[in-house]
């Protein structure tokens, strides 16, 4: 079993940053992808960014140029750093990791909100 614990999320101005983290435990680990997810209201779940154990990394079209995925192998750490955050980015944010068993984990989400 894996625990995801998220934090980083809040209220900010549009053009704004906010980095968000997310640590995986249990035992035994056997993650593969960490990425994270989102959804605003009265729409699906959607991928916004993903890296796998060789450290590539996926974006959306939506995030390209101003979001960027990170891990901490040693800590089972997770980040995404978001930068020039527009109103169209408001969600709750989902972590999400991925065993090398195909289970996936997800975190209690975190919201995002950006308004001036």
């Known amino acids: 079993q894996v625990q995801l614990v998220e934090s980083g999320g809040g209220l900010v101005q549009p053009g704004g940053s906010l980095r968000l983290s997310c640590v995986a435990s249990g035992s035994p680990l056997r993650i593969n992808t960490m990425g994270w997810f989102r959804q605003a209201p009265g729409k699906q779940r959607e991928l916004v960014a993903l890296?796998?154990?060789?450290?590539?990394?996926y974006y959306a079209d939506s995030v390209k140029g101003r979001f960027t995925i990170s891990r901490d192998t040693a800590k089972s750490t997770v980040y995404l750093q978001m930068n020039s955050l527009k109103p169209e980015d408001t969600a709750v944010y989902y972590c999400s990791v991925g065993t090398i068993y195909s289970t996936v984990y997800w975190g209690q989400g975190t919201q995002v909100t950006v308004s001036s």
């Open positions: 890296q796998n154990s060789g450290e590539s990394a």
